[in-house]
């Protein structure tokens, strides 16, 4: 199977919810979609869709960088780890990479809380990804 027809719902969902600046490519075996979603609860639901084509993010062959965009309705929310940094990850969960880190006690933005666990954060230096929840404490 041809990796756009493996994902083909993904890029249906993010025609459809209108991502800015979409692009699909294939190159050596990796299928990148990369653009720029409307909102948070945006990105969330194309992770969603993912999370039922590969349900534990194995299979190695996607590469989904949709950032949201930057005037996205948005809340702050306060790192509030014992000692340590908060890292940022690509997708939610332990699995995915780690594409920055927010030091204990930093404000930062929170772009959407469509999971109860990971919320979509942006950094002050706007790295955007995925936080654990527990670490996070929003501001009023």
């Known amino acids: 199977m041809a990796l756009q027809d493996k994902y ?17 490519r294939e190159q050596s075996g990796v299928l990148y979609i990369d653009g ?4 948070g609860s945006v ?9 039922q084509i590969d349900p534990n993010f194995t299979g190695g062959d996607l590469i989904l960088d949709v950032k949201v965009a930057a005037n996205a309705n948005v809340t702050r929310a306060r790192v ?5 940094n908060l ?5 939610p969960g332990t699995d995915q ?12 933005t929170v772009v959407s809380q ?3 666990q990971w919320w979509l954060v942006r950094t002050a230096d706007g790295e955007e ?3 654990y929840a527990t670490y996070l404490t929003a501001e009023a």
Request: hydrophobic share 35%; proline share 5%.
């Open 129 to 131: 990804g995925y936080a």
């Open 8 to 24: 083909q719902a993904i890029t249906n969902a993010a025609l459809q919810a209108g991502i800015t600046d979409l692009q699909v």
């Open 114 to 116: 469509g999971n109860p």
């Open 36 to 39: 720029t979603a409307p909102s």
């Open 43 to 51: 990105k969330d639901q194309l992770w969603d869709i993912y999370g």
């Open 97 to 108: 990479p780690i594409v920055g880190k927010a030091a204990k006690d930093e404000v930062i």
């Open 80 to 84: 509030t780890t014992d000692s340590s």
């Open 87 to 91: 890292n940022i990850r690509k997708g």
